[in-house]
C-alpha cells in the first residue's frame, strides 16, 4: 500500500509511523527539497492551494500514476478541501465536513444545534478569547482582560476577518485522536491531555482515560460524519468538571503520533479498512481502555532536531 502525504512536510514521525507498518509513503510539498519529510522518504514536486481545481486534479492524477499511489492523505486543513472534492482514491471526510470543521463559524453554528451545552458562550464578564473564523494552531487567537484590550484588538484586525468571541475557560486541554470508518463505524477513541502547547502544536502530552469526554468526541465525530483519522479538542472546566467544544479536525492532528505509541494503531487501521477490507474489528465501537496492548500514562515530550537537506 503506498500513500500520498499532501501538506505533511514536519510529519516525520506520522511518516514512520506508516513506514515501520510497511505502508509506503511519499510526501508532496510546494517545496519539497526543503521539507524535512525527505529525510525519511520521497517527496514531489506540490502545487499552490490555489491553484485552479481542475489543473489540481488532473496534477494529483499524474502523480498518483507516476509513483503508483494508491490513496491521498489531506494532513493539512487547505489540503482537505482539495483532496476532499477529488474524484482520486483519498482517505477522508466529505467536502461539507472540511468546510464545517475549517470554518470556525460553520462549527460554531453546528455546536449551537447540536452541543449548545458545551459551547463556552460570551458572557458579561472577563477574561474572553476571540479567535478568527479562519486559521490554524494558535494563530491569531487572543485572551482579553477588559474592554479597552478587545477593542484595541477590533481596531487593529482586518476588516474583512470574523472574530468569534467566548468565554475563557480555566481548564485542562485535551485532544481526542478518534478513527471512523466509511461504513460510520467508530472503532477508536484516544483522549491525551495537551501539557504544554507552542504556535498551536502540542509539545508535552500524556494518553489518559476519560469516559465522558471519549463520548463526547465519538458524537462530535458521528454528527460530523468522519471519515477516517479526525482529533477534537475539548476543554474540561476545573470548577465544575463541565467540557467544552473547541474545534474539530477533520484530519491527523500533530500529536497524534502519541496515541499510535499508546497503541491506537491508525496506520493499521487505515491498512485494514482500504487495502485488506473491512474486518471484525471494525463491527464496533472500540474505546481505548479496552484494547489489552494501550498503555494510558504515557507521555510524549518534544525537543528540537535539526535536519540537514
Known sequence: MKILFVGGGRRVG?????LERGIQV???????KETPLTTVCPVVQGLGWNTERLAMQNHLNRVMETWNIDFLLPLQDEAIGIVAQSYLPRICSSIETAQTCFDKFQFHQFCAEHF???LPLKSEGYPRIL???FGFGSNGIHKVHTWEEEDTLREHTAQNTTQLIYRWIDGDEYTVDIYRTKDKNIISVSPRL???VAGGEVVNSTVVWDEDIAWLAGEVADKLDIIGP????IIKEKETGHLYLIECNARFGGG???SIEAGMDMPSMIEAEY??????FMNSRIFMDRYDNWKPGLKMRRYFSEVYI
Do not use: D
Open 230 to 233: 479526525a482529533c477534537v479538542q
Open 131 to 133: 479567535k478568527p473564523r
Open 194 to 196: 495537551r501539557e504544554r
Open 116 to 118: 449548545w451545552k458545551h
Open 275 to 280: 487495502s485488506s477490507g473491512p474486518t471484525t
Open 14 to 18: 506520522l511518516a514512520k509511523a506508516f
Open 256 to 258: 497524534s503520533v502519541l
Open 26 to 32: 511519499v510526501g508532496w510539498e510546494l517545496n519539497p
